[in-house]
């Protein structure tokens, strides 16, 4: 089977390298694309159409929220997960707001979570 190929999402450098890290750490997952800015990550998944965007919710310029109901409207099989320091019950408008397929904490973030937000979105044919 092919590996999941994920494009990263987040301003903050040493989160951006973690969340790679732990893609890369996660047997079936590959890392084939990075990003720090909304505007930006609209253009890296529109070259490299992954299967997964990890985008971080608060970006500057375009935020998470928007870059992920844009990237939902462009390239609609690319599963994209929202991730950021507020709690779970924000993880809930976030998502509904923008179309992603879940929230994760960042602090709740690792190869286990990762494997289980690509098994739901699987699931439900995202």
Request: hydrophobic share 45%.
């Amino acid at each position: 089977m092919a590996a999941v190929t994920v494009v990263v999402v987040d301003d903050q450098i040493t989160f951006l390298h973690a969340m790679a890290t732990v893609v890369e750490e996660t047997p079936g997952f590959c890392v084939v694309g990075m990003a720090s800015s909304g505007e930006e990550s609209l253009l890296v998944t529109d070259a490299l159409r992954p299967h997964l965007v990890l985008m971080d919710v608060n970006l500057p310029g375009m935020d998470g929220v928007e870059a992920t109901r844009r990237l939902r409207r462009t390239t609609p099989t690319t599963v994209v997960v929202l991730l950021s320091t507020y709690d779970d019950d924000a993880g809930e408008e976030f998502v509904n707001d923008s179309g992603a397929a879940a929230y994760v904490t960042k602090s709740a973030f690792g190869p286990a979570r990762l494997r289980a937000v690509w098994a739901a979105a699987e699931r439900r044919g995202e």
